[in-house]
């Protein structure tokens, strides 16, 4: 079976309509996805960003908060702008890696949901708790497994390979024969290549 | 008639596939282009950039160029690195404003056919007199116009009006309506966008 990796974000807009999008359009193609949440923030601090590129340069912002409202209309998505914005994204990636993989997609689709739909913190561990309820998942469990070594070096891990990968956003989707795509306007050309690749 | 307000920079990589297609898509929809080169470089350096961003951010250019790869390949584009890159595009983008704006469309794609796929120097007045002969203009005579007042007050009024307009990046599209897209990947919705406001 063709096999995609999912690059993401808890903080990236863009990473929302791919998250809420990606499965539908995968198991369309019939293309497996690996779910692989990972961290911007040390990836753009190595080239000597503090935060998110939308904050530091206003006119990309202005044009990014539209983009959004434009993709979420045609995609059927509601967009709530979190605030702030970015959001620390670092508990949300955390969890999700705390999680079985099966797991994990609809985990991290309703924290996109929460985050972007809903406007939400991503940040207070109050938001994830209701969340891991309500999908039947221990949440105390999981947010101590949240907080141990190995789940910690998972998401180390993901963020090196992410980067060994040359990802410098998201979303990003790579493919097994090492392609790279970035941004949800690429997702379906990824997935068309995942599958030619096979 | 629908209107869309294209605007390129002539060292713009995905200026290029933008200015080569973007003429049978708006015909296929009826839509009006008007063609409207700047200059990025007034608009980096605002925003504290000497260079080209896939120059700065080295991920991002290599990604940068090997979408390049993949998108002229889809289109039928035979792609050749400028080099140096960025191109300086100041003598491109005056000589197109030197030209009656019906015959705009095909200097400016002969000149990104020369710069993209062939390779050849755009700040090179030889390039553009071949081109300018070529397509029938007396070159010597648009050579002057390129250097005198009306051209570069035309060439710093589309400038000012992409700044103003929120402008960063090229290609961009703008309506009537004053919607903004970036990016040859939202060129058809921006066409489509276009046709929806008449």
Chains 1, 2 share one sequence.
Not at 7 to 28: H, N
Request: charged share 25%; aromatic share 12%; with cysteine.
């Amino acid at each position: 079976m063709a096999v995609l990796d999912f690059w993401y974000e808890f903080a990236s807009t863009y990473s929302y309509p791919a998250a809420m999008k990606i499965g539908e359009s995968a198991a369309r193609r019939g293309v497996a996805v690996r779910w692989r949440p990972f961290l911007l923030g040390p990836i753009f601090a190595a080239q000597g960003w503090s935060t998110s590129p939308f904050n530091l340069y206003p006119a990309k912002g202005r044009y990014m908060w539209r983009d959004m409202e434009r993709i979420c209309a045609a995609e059927g998505l509601a967009l709530n702008r979190p605030d702030p914005f970015p959001q620390n994204s670092l508990l949300a990636a955390r969890l999700t890696l705390a999680l079985d993989e099966g797991a994990r997609p609809a985990f991290s689709r309703a924290v996109y949901e929460a985050e972007f739909a809903e406007g939400r913190a991503i940040d207070d561990p109050a938001t994830h708790s209701a969340i891991l309820a309500r999908l039947g998942h221990d949440a105390p469990a999981a947010s101590v497994r949240a907080t141990e070594a190995p789940v910690k070096d998972a998401l180390r891990a993901n963020v090196a390979e992410a980067q060994a990968r040359g990802i410098f956003g998201a979303p990003s989707f790579t493919t097994t024969g090492g392609e790279l795509f970035w941004g949800f306007d690429r997702m379906e050309a990824a997935l068309d290549w995942a599958l030619r690749e096979r």
